[in-house]
């Protein structure tokens, strides 16, 4: 199993840059494919970026393509989503998601969540 811990979210003009971490425990880490999501009110959990067990491959939606940056640190334990050019669309809870086995968009597919960080863009 595996335990995640969402930090970095916060309040940004539109432009601007925030750095998301996700913190996860368990001794099995380095085995779970990555992603992670976003949910704004009122709409349904969208797919922002998956990450694989050894960081080779990474996927993004065509919506943060471009701007946003996942990364991940085995050694550490930790998951990054490095977010530029940040737009008020952004704005949204993310949430940092772990999956055995081949990563995808389908949040469903995903047995692990943490309790999210929220992202505020504002205009």
């Known amino acids: 199993q595996v335990q995640l811990v969402e930090s970095g979210g916060g309040l940004v003009q539109a432009g601007g840059s925030l750095r998301l971490s996700c913190a996860a425990s368990?001794?099995?880490?380095?085995?779970?494919?990555m992603g992670w999501f976003r949910q704004a009110p009122g709409k349904e959990r969208e797919f922002v970026a998956t990450?694989?067990?050894?960081?080779?491959?990474?996927d993004y939606s065509e919506s943060v393509k471009g701007r946003f940056t996942i990364s991940r640190d085995n050694g550490k334990k930790m998951v990054y989503l490095q977010m530029n050019s940040l737009r008020p669309e952004d704005t949204a809870a993310y949430y940092c998601?772990?999956?055995?086995?081949?990563?995808?968009?389908?949040?469903?597919?995903?047995?692990?969540w943490g309790q999210g960080t929220q992202v505020t863009v504002s205009s």
């Open positions: 368990g001794s099995t880490f380095s085995s779970y494919d």
């Open positions: 998601a772990a999956k055995k086995g081949a990563a995808g968009p389908t949040p469903e597919l995903y047995g692990y």
């Open positions: 990450i694989s067990w050894g960081g080779v491959n990474k």
